[in-house]
């Protein structure tokens, strides 16, 4: 099975400041790979699926990049409303693995 | 407006036996798979199984496999997962989400249901 990997596990970082976050699968998987939010005590939500779609109604701050094996997951300018973990999960064939997540502070 | 409601969480003994509901709303229940996602206590995020459209063919992940069967019935636009021996570690949110992507081999889930709890303890 494939495994995702992301880092950093968590990180702290100023209103306004670009964030970068990497997910890595162990196999290449194409472009099959999405991103989720889940904000403290709320239920996940889709953000960007073909590794850089951006899902209707999600603010343009966020974008995805990559394909195969390396995954990138960027919020250009960090809002207070951002805090929240973001997993990605690859979605090529079952099982549907999701990576362990990163957890986004404001500084 | 898409909605997913789960039911049938609760408490129930290592061993025992639980089936989870979920109620779709505001779109072709036939045309979509549908699949359950965990979240243990403090935990990430764990997809547990996934059926087709049509629900003849469903996945599921090893951690369940054997233990855990997933079903739908069109009719009624709901889903369920039957889980069975449960264990300890089975605890958890369990979240029921819509597949979107055309094939039950490659999909992302676009819409949540709230979760509901499934806590497994003597």
């Known amino acids: 099975d494939t495994q995702m990997t992301q880092s950093p596990s968590s990180l702290s970082a100023s209103v306004g400041d670009r964030v970068t976050i990497t997910c890595r699968a162990s196999?290449?998987?194409?472009?099959?790979l999405a991103w989720y939010q889940q904000k403290p005590g709320k239920v996940p939500k889709l953000l960007i699926y073909?590794?850089?779609t951006l899902q209707s109604g999600v603010p343009s701050r966020f974008s995805g990049t990559g394909s195969g094996t390396d995954f990138t997951l960027t919020i250009s300018s960090l809002q207070p409303e951002d805090v929240a973990t973001y997993y990605c999960?690859?979605?090529?064939?079952?099982?549907?693995?999701f990576g362990p997540g990163t957890k986004v502070a404001i500084k | 407006e898409v909605q997913l409601l789960e039911s049938g969480g609760g408490l129930v003994q290592p061993g025992g036996s639980l089936r989870l509901s979920c109620a779709a709303s505001?779109?072709?229940?036939?045309?979509?798979?549908m699949s359950w996602i965990r979240q243990a206590p403090g935990k990430g995020l764990e997809w547990v199984s996934v059926?087709?459209?049509?629900?003849?063919?469903?996945y599921y992940a090893d951690s369940v496999k054997g233990r855990f069967t997933m079903s739908r019935d069109n009719s009624k636009n709901t889903f369920y997962l039957q889980m069975n021996s449960l264990r300890a570690e089975d605890t958890a949110v369990y979240y029921c989400?819509?597949?979107?992507?055309?094939?039950?081999?490659?999909?992302?889930?676009?819409?949540w249901g709230k979760g509901t709890t499934v806590t497994v303890s003597s």
């Open positions: 196999q290449g998987i194409s472009n099959y």
């Open positions: 059926i087709s459209a049509s629900g003849d063919i469903t």
């Open positions: 073909a590794a850089s």
């Open positions: 505001g779109f072709t229940f036939s045309s979509y798979a």
């Open positions: 999960q690859k979605y090529s064939i079952a099982p549907l693995t």
């Open positions: 989400a819509k597949g979107e992507g055309g094939s039950i081999n490659y999909y992302y889930m676009d819409v």
